[in-house]
């Protein structure tokens, strides 16, 4: 028998990327909704993410928490399902889904906060200036 999925979420998280992936992949899951507030901070969901935070999943004894690291979990975890790339690909694949959860979110949620980083911060923050990281993004 195949371990369970289970995954944690709230339908106004970044749990909608994992949601997709694990649709993407085919295998069964159990969905576990999380409310914001007192549920999120409970004894019993902190032992599954001690930031109190979703998305997570649960894969067997396996814990993974953060969008992206679920993502490239998973793929690894069921490569039958064709989410992961050859080895040859793999470097931009890694590249792309970290850049992405980091840098260029961080750019995107400043730039959404109406923070503007000194030349110093940008250095210190390591996202650089919005203009930088979405223009780091490949356009095709």
């Known amino acids: 028998m195949q371990e369970e999925i289970v995954f944690y979420t709230n339908p106004w998280s970044r749990g909608g990327i994992v949601h997709w992936m694990l649709e993407e992949l085919g295998q069964p899951y159990r969905m576990e909704v999380i409310e914001y507030g007192p549920p999120m901070k409970s004894s019993e969901y902190l032992a599954i993410n001690p930031m109190g935070k979703v998305p997570a999943i649960r894969h067997g004894n396996t814990v993974v928490t953060e969008a992206a690291a679920i993502c490239a979990y998973l793929a690894e975890a069921f490569p039958e399902a064709g989410l992961l790339p050859t080895p040859v690909g ?7 889904l970290f850049f992405t959860a980091g840098p260029l979110e961080m750019a995107i949620s400043l730039k ?10 940008q250095m210190q923050f390591g996202c650089g200036s919005y203009e930088t990281a ?3 993004w490949p356009r095709r």
Request: hydrophobic share 25%; charged share 25%; net charge negative.
């Open 90 to 96: 793999r470097g931009d694949y890694y590249r792309w």
């Open 134 to 136: 979405v223009d780091t």
């Open 112 to 121: 959404s906060a109406n923070v503007t980083l000194s030349s110093e911060q």
